[in-house]
């Protein structure tokens, strides 16, 4: 058995997550499909208030927490699954559903971490622009809002 060391051990530092290895998880289905997701952010807006007696100094406090609106780039198929999510909102009739992101290993194999958003609903959506002369994949994007983030 080797002699126990005192001597300080470096610290293992993880390496950051790849941006292309992720998935979608709507309503407990996963989502294949989508290339792009962005817009993931909280604001909790300040609330300033002045001190008695020292007018000069400015506190502030935690305020409205607002949840950005995150988009949705995903390739047009011949699914139309995310166009009637939509149109319920059109028909007023909002349907909420709770999706995840989920970032995924170099491999795209193994669950790493995941952002869970609760009560989302689309809230805009784009259609995929078409040009005769591109030899691009049509490309639609929708933005989800959402009433709650957490971090699992």
């Known amino acids: 058995m080797p002699p126990k060391s005192n001597a300080p051990q470096a610290a293992q530092i993880p390496d950051p997550l790849r941006a292309y290895s ?4 709507i309503q407990g ?3 294949g499909h989508f290339t792009a997701v962005s817009g993931l952010q909280i604001d909790i807006r300040p ?3 002045r001190e008695a007696g020292n007018a000069q100094v400015v506190h502030h406090l ?4 607002d949840y950005g609106l995150v988009e949705l ?10 166009f009637e999510w939509l149109m319920t909102g059109v028909r007023g009739t909002v349907e909420r559903k709770n999706v ?13 971490t995941q952002w869970d958003l609760s009560n ?5 959506w784009n259609g995929a622009p078409m040009d005769a002369l591109s030899s691009s994949v049509a490309v639609e994007s929708m933005a989800l809002a959402f009433d709650g983030l957490a971090r699992v």
């Open 22 to 25: 992720f998935t979608l998880n």
């Open 29 to 31: 289905v996963v989502q």
């Open 47 to 49: 609330i300033k208030y």
């Open 62 to 65: 935690p305020g409205i927490v």
């Open 73 to 82: 780039r995903y390739g047009l198929t011949t699914s139309t699954e995310m």
């Open 100 to 112: 995840s992101i989920i970032a995924l290993d170099n491999a795209g194999v193994n669950h790493i």
């Open 120 to 124: 989302a609903w689309v809230s805009r």
